[in-house]
């Protein structure tokens, strides 16, 4: 059979200059790959005259939705799935990690962009920043979709969750993609992107798929396009240095293996919850995936006086580990993903035996004849400082090599030799030891994951990056950085500071500023419907003037009998130099000013926001509220719901010399006309 790539809208076969694909498992000849014949530059215009004009003019809620029908899709062919990821060479176990943890990335970025992103084409980022004297000339940063579209060039090890991390956020931020999938594994990758297309579910040209090389590809990259890669630092280097890359400054992200470490700390000895949880992490990412992961641990770091227990405790939890084939029952560990990758880490690990000791070099009797299997190998170095190769040469499989550290110091100095890791993980119950260390490290690390009894429980893992964590690492690792909720989606966006009058920005955004125009909202807002309401209209309350009364009663109602608010003696010693109102009174009086009795379309107070008291109300003022209307967000509509939206309002509350006392903004479920 002969993988198809999926460009300009059609399935097309290579032409000549086919590579073969083999089982892993097995080592049986089963696909045959190539692009000859795919037209680049038709695929890079095509990409973004259909796909990210289409994806670029839908909302966030919109894209969001997206995600979310396509991850529900997916989820109902799983099963099919699984038999292709097992000639990947990866068990059930691995299998879950890389369909499953596609699909979950998925829901997770759909998620976020229904709660953390705005019903609107571009996302404005933070507050307005002040410009002028009076106030008439602020600025404010937006961003908005990249016109071009992302190139996901993937390595062979998490052929699903590789390509769909990378996904989620081009899409979420209103961009197209194409991808490019390693060709050892890209017949899962091809599988799922058919999924994908036969689903409808995406914009025409949202998604191409590349099964080959990339041809000449690079050659029409613009400055509105993103490259990311994932894979060997050499590649990538090699790739970031492409004269296209520099003479057009496309954003070029890269995710490189890196000789990432794991700690143990000298309070967690033998017999100790954290040590058996280190034993335990350590082994996994050794054979999970068969040790290719580029988050694997490849250096572990003990003190010097437990050495020996580590070493026992880790040969005999690798004994036990069954290799075989990958969908059997029972099977922890599958082979390498084919030969060649056999006979790099096989290289690598002779070049590493060069400067260490042997301490685990497992067996693979009774494992299949065929296909591309190596066991664990186990190394140590007595002396961390004596040769670079530990911390330079990485053998992708499962291969770890053990160094003592007598000092923290010390630690911190071996840790920092990777050059620069995608993650780290500190096993202690020492919180001193946890804080120095991290504080050591973190310039080298990209994520750092502190395991003590209480988080082991819940812990994901050393080698597990999560949708709303950034993925990535400085130096080797690759100088990247990917996912991290809202930061991922950032980076197919650009970032714009604009310049202008309250009002223009205000209308730009479509979001009130202070400044801008208030509008006469006629009737009270609160009897008008999410669709009524307009940006800027501002209702100003009539006056109430607070009372002792008023500060005893809220004491007696709330329990709050603070010396500043209860007794005047201490009240004169304090900074309020007499007794004052409780805040939350200032709060629950301004709302009785603005709020209308009547039933009508607000369904809810949704929550507040920015809450500052700027000045003590005492006894004798009277305060005045301004609620202007600064934000509109519709939700989706729910079965037995009420079509609704959620409406920011902007509070500021003024004693009767007009100086603001409380600012904040309030939320609130406001019901749309639809239901009526």
């Given at each position: 059979?002969?993988?198809?790539?999926?460009?300009?809208?059609?399935?097309?076969?290579?032409?000549?200059?086919?590579?073969?694909?083999?089982?892993?498992?097995?080592?049986?000849?089963?696909?045959?790959?190539?692009?000859?014949?795919?037209?680049?530059?038709?695929?890079?215009?095509?990409?973004?005259?259909?796909?990210?004009?289409?994806?670029?003019?839908?909302?966030?809620?919109?894209?969001?939705?997206?995600?979310?029908?396509?991850?529900?899709?997916?989820?109902?062919?799983?099963?099919?799935?699984?038999?292709?990821?097992?000639?990947?060479?990866?068990?059930k176990f691995d299998s879950w990690l890389d369909i499953d943890g596609g699909i979950q990335t998925f829901f997770s970025y759909s998620g976020k962009g229904k709660r953390e992103f705005p019903d609107e084409i571009f996302y404005v980022d933070g507050d307005y920043e002040p410009l002028s004297k009076s106030g008439s000339f602020i600025g404010q940063h937006i961003?908005?979709?990249?016109?071009?579209?992302?190139?996901?060039?993937?390595?062979?090890?998490?052929?699903?969750?590789?390509?769909?991390?990378?996904?989620?956020?081009?899409?979420?931020?209103?961009?197209?993609?194409?991808?490019?999938?390693?060709?050892?594994?890209?017949?899962?990758?091809?599988?799922?992107?058919?999924?994908?297309?036969?689903?409808?579910?995406?914009?025409?040209?949202?998604?191409?798929?590349?099964?080959?090389?990339?041809?000449?590809?690079?050659?029409?990259?613009?400055?509105?396009?993103?490259?990311?890669?994932?894979?060997?630092?050499?590649?990538?280097?090699?790739?970031?240095?492409?004269?296209?890359?520099?003479?057009?400054?496309?954003?070029?992200?890269?995710?490189?293996?890196?000789?990432?470490?794991?700690?143990?700390?000298?309070?967690?000895?033998?017999?100790?919850?954290?040590?058996?949880?280190?034993?335990?992490?350590?082994?996994?990412?050794?054979?999970?995936?068969?040790?290719?992961?580029?988050?694997?641990?490849?250096?572990?770091?003990?003190?010097?006086?437990?050495?020996?227990?580590?070493?026992?405790?880790?040969?005999?939890?690798?004994?036990?580990?069954?290799?075989?084939?990958?969908?059997?029952?029972?099977?922890?560990?599958?082979?390498?993903?084919?030969?060649?990758?056999?006979?790099?880490?096989?290289?690598?690990?002779?070049?590493?035996?060069?400067?260490?000791?042997?301490?685990?070099?497992?067996?693979?009797?009774?494992?299949?004849?065929?296909?591309?299997?190596?066991?664990?190998?186990?190394?140590?170095?007595?002396?961390?400082?004596?040769?670079?190769?530990?911390?330079?040469?990485?053998?992708?499989?499962?291969?770890?090599?053990?160094?003592?550290?007598?000092?923290?110091?010390?630690?911190?100095?071996?840790?920092?030799?990777?050059?620069?890791?995608?993650?780290?993980?500190?096993?202690?119950?020492?919180?001193?030891?946890?804080?120095?260390?991290?504080?050591?490290?973190?310039?080298?690390?990209?994520?750092?994951?502190?395991?003590?009894?209480?988080?082991?429980?819940?812990?994901?893992?050393?080698?597990?990056?999560?949708?709303?964590?950034?993925?990535?690492?400085?130096?080797?690792?690759?100088?990247?950085?990917?996912?991290?909720?809202?930061?991922?989606?950032?980076?197919?966006?650009?970032?714009?500071?604009?310049?202008?009058?309250?009002?223009?920005?205000?209308?730009?955004?479509?979001?009130?500023?202070?400044?801008?125009?208030?509008?006469?909202?006629?009737?009270?807002?609160?009897?008008?419907?999410?669709?009524?309401?307009?940006?800027?209209?501002?209702?100003?309350?009539?006056?109430?003037?607070?009372?002792?009364?008023?500060?005893?009663?809220?004491?007696?109602?709330?329990?709050?009998?603070?010396?500043?608010?209860?007794?005047?003696?201490?009240?004169?010693?304090?900074?309020?130099?007499?007794?004052?109102?409780?805040?939350?009174?200032?709060?629950?009086?301004?709302?009785?000013?603005?709020?209308?009795?009547?039933?009508?379309?607000?369904?809810?107070?949704?929550?507040?926001?920015?809450?500052?008291?700027?000045?003590?109300?005492?006894?004798?003022?009277?305060?005045?509220?301004?609620?202007?209307?600064?934000?509109?967000?519709?939700?989706?509509?729910?079965?037995?719901?009420?079509?609704?939206?959620?409406?920011?309002?902007?509070?500021?509350?003024?004693?009767?010399?007009?100086?603001?006392?409380?600012?904040?903004?309030?939320?609130?479920?406001?019901?749309?006309?639809?239901?009526?």
């Amino acid at each position: 059979m002969r993988l198809k790539s999926y460009v300009y809208g059609q399935w097309i076969e290579g032409e000549k200059n086919f590579r073969t694909i083999k089982n892993a498992a097995t080592g049986e000849s089963i696909y045959e790959i190539s692009s000859d014949g795919v037209d680049f530059r038709k695929v890079l215009e095509y990409a973004r005259d259909k796909g990210t004009n289409s994806l670029s003019r839908l909302t966030f809620h919109q894209r969001a939705k997206i995600l979310k029908e396509t991850a529900k899709y997916l989820s109902s062919f799983k099963a099919d799935l699984y038999p292709l990821s097992y000639s990947t060479g990866a068990t059930k176990f691995d299998s879950w990690l890389d369909i499953d943890g596609g699909i979950q990335t998925f829901f997770s970025y759909s998620g976020k962009g229904k709660r953390e992103f705005p019903d609107e084409i571009f996302y404005v980022d933070g507050d307005y920043e002040p410009l002028s004297k009076s106030g008439s000339f602020i600025g404010q940063h937006i961003f908005v979709p990249l016109t071009g579209t992302a190139v996901h060039i993937n390595a062979f090890n998490f052929p699903c969750w590789g390509m769909m991390e990378k996904l989620a956020p081009t899409f979420l931020g209103g961009m197209s993609a194409v991808v490019k999938p390693a060709s050892s594994t890209a017949f899962l990758t091809e599988a799922v992107v058919k999924l994908i297309i036969n689903s409808d579910l995406l914009p025409e040209g949202a998604l191409q798929l590349i099964c080959g090389s990339t041809g000449d590809l690079f050659e029409y990259l613009t400055g509105q396009d993103v490259v990311t890669f994932t894979g060997s630092a050499e590649t990538g280097r090699k790739l970031k240095a492409h004269h296209k890359i520099i003479e057009n400054a496309v954003r070029f992200n890269m995710e490189a293996d890196s000789l990432n470490c794991s700690v143990l700390g000298p309070d967690a000895v033998k017999g100790t919850p954290e040590f058996q949880y280190f034993i335990r992490e350590v082994v996994n990412e050794m054979t999970v995936k068969a040790g290719q992961k580029c988050t694997a641990i490849r250096r572990t770091l003990v003190p010097a006086s437990s050495v020996e227990d580590v070493s026992t405790a880790l040969k005999d939890s690798l004994e036990k580990v069954k290799i075989g084939f990958p969908s059997e029952e029972g099977i922890r560990m599958g082979p390498l993903v084919d030969e060649d990758q056999v006979t790099d880490v096989f290289q690598k690990v002779e070049l590493l035996h060069s400067v260490t000791e042997s301490v685990y070099g497992g067996s693979l009797e009774g494992t299949a004849n065929k296909g591309a299997y190596f066991a664990p190998v186990l190394l140590y170095t007595p002396d961390p400082f004596a040769s670079d190769l530990p911390h330079s040469v990485e053998a992708f499989g499962p291969v770890n090599t053990l160094m003592p550290y007598t000092s923290e110091e010390e630690l911190i100095k071996i840790a920092r030799k990777g050059g620069g890791s995608l993650v780290a993980s500190i096993f202690t119950s020492d919180a001193d030891f946890a804080r120095n260390v991290t504080l050591g490290i973190a310039p080298y690390h990209g994520r750092i994951m502190i395991i003590d009894a209480a988080s082991a429980k819940e812990s994901t893992g050393h080698g597990s990056p999560l949708p709303n964590l950034t993925h990535g690492g400085p130096g080797r690792a690759g100088g990247g950085e990917e996912m991290g909720g809202k930061r991922g989606v950032f980076k197919y966006m650009q970032r714009t500071a604009l310049q202008g009058s309250p009002y223009t920005l205000s209308h730009i955004c479509s979001e009130w500023v202070q400044g801008a125009d208030k509008l006469k909202p006629g009737k009270h807002p609160f009897l008008k419907y999410f669709e009524e309401l307009e940006i800027g209209e501002t209702l100003i309350t009539h006056g109430r003037t607070v009372t002792e009364a008023d500060i005893v009663n809220f004491a007696g109602i709330s329990g709050d009998y603070f010396y500043a608010h209860m007794n005047e003696p201490a009240a004169k010693r304090s900074i309020f130099e007499k007794r004052v109102a409780h805040g939350y009174f200032v709060l629950s009086a301004a709302a009785g000013l603005f709020v209308h009795p009547a039933e009508g379309p607000v369904l809810a107070n949704y929550g507040l926001d920015n809450l500052r008291f700027t000045k003590p109300v005492y006894p004798g003022d009277t305060i005045t509220a301004k609620l202007t209307c600064r934000r509109k967000t519709a939700k989706e509509p729910k079965e037995n719901e009420p079509a609704q939206g959620v409406v920011s309002w902007h509070v500021e509350v003024q004693n009767q010399d007009t100086e603001l006392v409380a600012i904040y903004d309030i939320l609130t479920l406001v019901r749309s006309r639809g239901n009526n």
